[in-house]
């Protein structure tokens, strides 16, 4: 039974008291964005040629990439890391802009108040077999993905996010991690020209990939900071403005 109420807040009887039932509720769903951006011809063409100039390189040996130990190829170690400063994709950095201030204004209508940065953006070739391991952008706020060709026919290659609190038990004590033996979820199975906008520390990993074909992405991490205008005395708990960092000097 559930009814809303308290300015739309929706509430939720999990069972009857009254009966002898007992179940788990998976609460707190998690807000990711999807849609289509769509390159005219020319745009197309100049993406997939610089993909084809770089589908030869080999996949780094060393380190401690996701990438690594599944044979699939990632810009972001392999010196390819600020796609987003590449003249082939500055119409889909500008989509990617609008996408994240439209998916920001589901979670707060002061957007004016912030500033957002690219942070790494680099490009993905899957090949058959291959996979992406389970992981998290923690570096950054929010990541994306876009699909710039998905071949058909493939199969696999989904990209599956995992419920942050599905893991362990949510707890204040020290000591032992309470893990579960399953966890739930939740798959997007991908196609041309979609691109996805999630939060960077959501757990997620790419199924492996089966194709006589290779498929090509773009991934980017983006930063926020409060807006220049917000100064640098009057922001608590959001970094401010990069304007206002200093390196060490030494």
Not at 33 to 61: C, H, W
Not at 159 to 171: A, E, K, M
Request: glycine share 6%.
């Amino acid at each position: 039974m559930s009814s809303s109420d308290f300015s739309g807040f929706n509430l939720a009887r999990l069972c009857d008291p009254y009966d002898d039932q007992t179940f788990v509720k998976h609460l707190f769903p998690i807000s990711i964005l999807q849609t289509s951006v769509i390159p005219d011809t020319n745009q197309r063409s100049d993406m997939l040629s610089y993909f084809k100039s770089i589908e030869g390189s080999p996949a780094p040996s060393k380190g401690s990439s996701v990438a690594i130990d599944k044979g699939n190829y990632t810009g972001d170690v392999n010196g390819l890391g600020s796609i987003h400063q590449h003249p082939s994709f500055g119409w889909l950095v500008r989509k990617l802009e609008e996408k994240v201030l439209e998916y920001i204004k589901t979670y707060t209508s002061e957007v004016s108040s912030l500033a957002f940065f690219h942070q790494k953006s680099w490009p993905v070739i899957l090949q058959n077999s291959q996979s992406v391991s389970r992981h998290s952008h923690d570096n950054a706020h929010l990541s994306a993905v876009y699909y710039l060709n998905v071949p058909v026919p493939s199969s696999g290659g989904n990209i599956l996010f995992y419920n942050p609190l599905d893991s362990i038990l949510p707890t204040y004590g020290g000591g032992t991690d309470l893990l579960k033996t399953s966890h739930h979820a939740f798959g997007l199975s991908p196609v041309d020209n979609m691109l996805i906008i999630f939060p960077s520390r959501l757990d997620h990993e790419v199924s492996c990939y089966e194709s006589v074909s290779p498929r090509y992405s773009i991934s980017f991490d983006v930063s926020i900071t409060a807006a220049i205008a917000s100064g640098s005395g009057n922001v608590e708990n959001f970094p401010p403005h990069i304007s206002f960092w200093k390196p060490f000097s030494s």
